[in-house]
């Protein structure tokens, strides 16, 4: 089956700085890459995500880059804020099993003002 | 517009009471998903409906697992027998598109269940 494995599992950061999740997965045919937050007591919410066929995509302080050769692909924020503060989640979906996602262990994220 | 609801938030079950979990997506998805996610895990799959049909149960761990979206709208889950391995929380995600490689899903805010 889909082994997802996301590093680190926690990381600290100051305001203001750069935050760099990574997620490597294991089935070559995935074709969809997404990142959910997760907040205390919230559900998981998509935040960005990327197709196959493109290597990176950006949205405000967000990107998202995939290396499918070496099948691992990774977020990125930038100019980290304390509201950032959560645990995000890599989801890549079972290819062609109805959509359903599989999650990564999550990265607790904390941003210190 | 309204999200996804889940009713109750906070369950707490003495073992070997059922218990039932629902779920209003929002209205119009056609697509339903139930999650469990233990403390500290990731969220993992239970099952899925496209409108009334349940066309994967392969994440549901045991026969006590059944769940339910008779009119294809609210969807019921619920745990027979409950036991102390079954304390998580119940995430339900609903989809507007059939279920399909990339389709964003949005969650609940889930049941914390707690099984004494």
């Known amino acids: 089956g889909e082994n997802v494995e996301q590093h680190p599992s926690t990381l600290s950061v100051q305001e203001g700085d750069s935050a760099v999740i990574k997620c490597t997965y294991s089935d070559s045919a995935s074709n969809y890459f997404p990142w959910y937050k997760q907040e205390l007591g919230k559900g998981p919410q998509l935040i960005i995500d990327i197709r196959s066929n493109v290597g990176e995509k950006k949205d405000q302080r967000i990107a998202v880059t995939l290396n499918k050769t070496a099948k691992h692909f990774s977020l990125h924020i930038t100019e980290t804020q304390p509201e950032d503060s959560a645990v995000y989640f890599c989801a890549p979906p079972r290819r062609n099993q109805g959509g359903k996602l599989i999650f990564g262990q999550g990265t607790e994220l904390s941003v210190k003002p | 517009g309204a999200g996804v609801s889940q009713s109750p938030r906070y369950k707490v079950a003495k073992r070997g009471q059922d218990v039932a979990l629902r779920c209003d997506p929002i209205s119009g998805h056609v697509s339903l998903f139930w999650y469990q996610q233990a403390l500290g895990q990731g969220p993992e799959f239970l099952t899925y409906?496209?409108?009334?049909?349940?066309?994967?149960k392969s994440g549901l761990p045991s026969d006590r697992f059944f769940a339910e979206r008779p009119e294809g709208s609210v969807s019921t889950l619920k745990i027979q027998r409950t036991q102390q391995e079954d304390s998580a929380v119940y995430l339900c995600a609903s989809s507007p598109h059939p279920a399909g490689d990339y389709n964003e899903q949005f969650f609940g805010p889930g049941t914390r269940l707690t099984v004494l």
């Open positions: 409906f496209q409108n009334e049909a349940q066309l994967d």
